[in-house]
């Protein structure tokens, strides 16, 4: 199985604040990376595929990058809405694996 | 694309969870991927398995001795049933399918459903 992981595995920013969050892979998965965003009670919503693609309607405050093992998702003007649980997930081979999130929560 | 989790709440230990997720505004016969994928309280995400219309299926190899995954194109629906369920299974279920085939990531998800496991 791939695992991933995700560092930290919470933070606390200010409203305005640029945030970045790494996901790392066991091995090399290529850009078969996803980002979801879930707020308590709901499910999952994804924000990133292929690595580095917005998905439709989805603000550019966010983007993300990497290829291989090490990933990059970003909030570039953190702001109150954005405060969620942010999950990194693989696609490149089964069993299909997330990581263990990253909560963002206001200073 | 609409999905919409239905089963029990409240499945006692060793006994079968069995849910069923209803797709609307979609064919299910198409060439997607449906799956599931759980949460358990407080905890983080973890996929089950998914199937495809034509019949193909992939398990969680962590559970594959205890999933069944299936489908019903004319109900438009697809179904989970996990046996000797323990504490470990309560969790929220969802359903949801993927982009394509190839790009295996989750475009459409369900509300999700609390299972319960306890006496």
């Known amino acids: 199985d791939i695992q991933m992981t995700q560092s930290p595995s919470s933070l606390s920013a200010s409203v305005g604040d640029r945030v970045t969050v790494t996901c790392q892979a066991s091995q090399d998965i290529g850009n078969n990376l996803s980002w979801y965003q879930q707020k308590p009670g709901r499910a999952p919503k994804v924000l990133i595929y292929?690595?580095?693609n917005l998905e439709t309607g989805v603000t550019s405050r966010f983007s993300g990058g990497g290829s291989g093992t090490d990933f990059t998702f970003v909030i570039s003007d953190l702001q109150p809405e954005d405060i969620a649980t942010y999950y990194c997930?693989?696609?490149?081979?089964?069993?299909?694996?997330f990581g263990p999130g990253t909560k963002v929560d206001l200073k | 694309v609409q999905l919409q989790e239905s089963g029990q709440g409240l499945v006692k230990p060793s006994g079968t969870l069995s849910l069923t997720c209803l797709v609307s505004d979609y064919s299910i016969s198409g060439n997607d991927w449906w799956v599931w994928i759980r949460q358990p309280p407080g905890k983080g995400l973890e996929w089950l398995g998914y199937l495809y219309s034509r019949g193909a299926t992939y398990y969680n190899p962590s559970l594959q001795s205890r999933l069944t995954l299936s489908m019903d194109t004319s109900k438009n629906q697809f179904s989970l049933k996990l046996t000797s369920v323990t504490a470990a299974d309560t969790a929220v279920y969802f359903c949801?399918?993927?982009?394509?085939?190839?790009?295996?990531?989750?475009?459409?998800w369900g509300q999700g459903a609390l299972v319960t496991v306890s006496s």
């Open positions: 949801a399918r993927t982009k394509t085939m190839v790009t295996r990531y989750f475009e459409y």
């Open positions: 997930q693989q696609y490149q081979s089964l069993p299909l694996t």
């Open positions: 292929d690595a580095s």
